[in-house]
């Protein structure tokens, strides 16, 4: 076999699962993204989106590019390798709201108060206003805040969180 043929074999592999980053997907509103849901295991997490590129002792991983051209982060109630997503953010051109809402692009929030007319602005403490919407999940009261370019619904998201109250 000549070298050519070593290196083009080696190109058709697909990458390990170690490999995979996460750079997009679709957000569901109180739920998740993808196949990602609030309460899932870690290990159902990673069998979705592969080995994180970081992860601490506390329960936090990042599955997003190394560069931070987006974001896809889970936090989870503990380090333990049996907890759970309590937390999950995204941030993204890539990532948009099941329907086709592109948040992260101008004018994105506007579609989202008309899809979710509960969406509110809150002001958390020691923190800038956003926009939230809530609701419940497997029985349990959760929310979706995202972080707006700015408080108007003419602008973009920066980031969406998605978690347990």
Same mark, same amino acid.
């Given at each position: 076999m000549t070298v050519l043929a070593a290196l083009l074999a080696l190109l058709a592999v697909?990458?390990?699962?170690?490999?995979?980053?996460?750079? @997009?997907?679709t957000i569901y509103i109180?739920? @998740?993204?993808d196949q990602v849901r609030l309460g899932q295991s870690r290990t159902t997490i990673v069998g979705e989106l592969g080995k994180p590129n970081y992860e601490n002792r506390n329960g936090f991983?990042?599955?997003g590019p190394d560069d931070f051209s987006s974001l896809c982060d889970v936090y989870r109630t503990s380090g333990s390798k049996h907890s759970?997503?309590?937390?999950?953010?995204?941030?993204?051109?890539?990532?948009?709201?099941?329907? @086709?809402?592109?948040i992260f692009d101008n004018g994105g929030l506007r579609k989202l108060k008309a899809k979710y007319p509960s969406m509110k602005i809150v002001h958390p403490?020691?923190?800038s206003p956003a926009y939230q919407i809530t609701g419940h999940y497997q029985g349990r009261k959760v929310f979706t805040t995202i972080t707006p370019s700015k408080l108007s619904l003419s602008g973009r998201a920066l980031q969406v969180f998605i978690g347990y109250v």
């Open positions: 697909p990458a390990s699962a170690s490999a995979r980053t996460c750079t @997009g997907g109180n739920k @998740g993204f991983m990042q599955f759970t997503a309590r937390l999950l953010s995204f941030s993204g051109r890539r990532f948009v709201v099941s329907g @086709g809402i592109k403490p020691n923190d």
